[in-house]
């Protein structure tokens, strides 16, 4: 069963980047997301890409800061983040998917808090 670890979490100030990358324990064709769970709230959709890489899709809160990439060779899903906001504070998951949309494989998370 693959694994999924996410890293590249912390601390940033409000309008600064960070770059979150998702490893799998092994090569998969998956479609891929992120996801993140803030505080008291429901986990909600961040971003997604398709197996090869060259279709993506966004959150509107997202759009335009964050980009999704993934390189199948090194089996790994980034997120680069852009102008972070406070609201973007979260726990962020990346989850795998054999059918788009039925994500069956979801790593631990990494922690990203900005501060404003």
């Known amino acids: 069963q693959v694994q999924l670890v996410e890293s590249g979490g912390g601390l940033v100030q409000a309008g600064g980047s960070l770059r979150l990358s998702c490893v799998a324990s092994?090569?998969?064709?998956?479609?891929m997301g992120w996801f993140r769970r803030a505080p008291g709230k429901e986990r909600e959709f961040v971003a997604f890409i398709n197996r090869g890489g060259d279709s993506t899709y966004y959150a509107d809160s997202v759009k335009g800061r964050f980009t999704i990439s993934r390189d199948n060779a090194k089996n790994t899903v980034y997120l680069q983040m852009f102008s972070l906001k406070p609201e973007g504070s979260a726990v962020y998951y990346c989850?795998?998917?054999?059918?788009?949309?039925?994500?069956?494989?979801w790593g631990r998370g990494t922690q990203v808090t900005v501060s404003s």
């Open positions: 989850a795998g998917a054999v059918v788009p949309a039925l994500y069956d494989y």
């Open positions: 092994v090569r998969t064709s998956y479609v």
